[in-house]
T-cell receptor, first 114, second 115 residues
Framework: SQQGEEDPQALSIQEGENATMNCSYKTSINNLQWYRQNSGRGLVHLILIRSNEREKHSGRLRVTLDTSKKSSSLLITASRAADTASYFCATDGGRGSTLGRLYFGRGTQLTVWP | GAGVSQSPRYKVAKRGQDVALRCDPISGHVSLFWYQQALGQGPEFLTYFQNEAQLDKSGLPSDRFFAERPEGSVSTLKIQRTQQEDSAVYLC?????????????FGPGTRLTVT
């Protein structure tokens, strides 16, 4: 069964706007990752945030993590049409889970209109 | 360098046929994972190899699913007597644990359609 849940399931915005996606998970974690998947392709790693970190930046991406609420958010600033894709959060399942095994949510489908 | 490759990219099988899906991980990557992604869903874990050892196969949905990685590099996922519910995209990922992160590098996937 899937560990995380992304919200919203779908998001449609105009180029230049910011896009925010949320993820909630159920168990303890060592880290949380965000991946992007373009239609018909494999997943591409975007960013990893460890359980002792609260915020992380990478280019136009900003990720926050609140372990007390078991939630994370991904913010994409100044979105572009090329950002159109599905975005997934993935957790590692925490202590006792298979090393490296990822638990994915159902994803948020982001559409950025030019 | 080359990323993770998978073949075939698309496979159509009649119900009851056996299929074999291949994964070539990034050279030198110790860990290899197989995931199954149904339409509109996120990937679900199937199995995990560390070198040639299959350390976790708890995600394989039935005994019709079998995976191997005999020399610790290329891996094959075999599905016997395919059923319609096996239709999905099968993703392979590799990673290099021990570097302090668990970023996984995914292949493009094999889309399996069982008719």
């Amino acid at each position: 069964s899937q560990q995380g849940e992304e919200d919203p399931q779908a998001l449609s915005i105009q180029e230049g706007e910011n896009a925010t996606m949320n993820c909630s998970y159920k168990t303890s974690i060592n880290n949380l990752q965000w991946y992007r998947q373009n239609s018909g392709r494999g997943l591409v790693h975007l960013i990893l945030i460890r359980s002792n970190e609260r915020e992380k930046h990478s280019g136009r991406l900003r990720v926050t993590l609140d372990t007390s609420k078991k939630s994370s958010s991904l913010l994409i600033t100044a979105s572009r049409a090329a950002d159109t894709a599905s975005y997934f959060c993935a957790t590692d399942g925490g202590r006792g889970s298979t090393l490296g095994r990822l638990y994915f949510g159902r994803g948020t489908q982001l559409t950025v209109w030019p | 360098g080359a990323g993770v490759s998978q073949s075939p990219r698309y496979k159509v099988a009649k119900r009851g046929q056996d299929v074999a899906l291949r994964c070539d991980p990034i050279s030198g990557h110790v860990s290899l994972f197989w995931y199954q992604q149904a339409l509109g869903q996120g990937p679900e874990f199937l199995t995990y190899f560390q070198n040639e050892a299959q350390l976790d196969k708890s995600g394989l949905p039935s005994d019709r699913f079998f995976a191997e990685r005999p020399e610790g590099s290329v891996s094959t996922l075999k599905i016997q007597r395919t059923q319609q519910e096996d239709s999905a995209v099968y993703l392979c990922a590799s990673s290099e644990p021990g570097r302090g992160s668990y970023e996984q590098y995914f292949g493009p996937g094999t889309r399996l359609t069982v008719t």
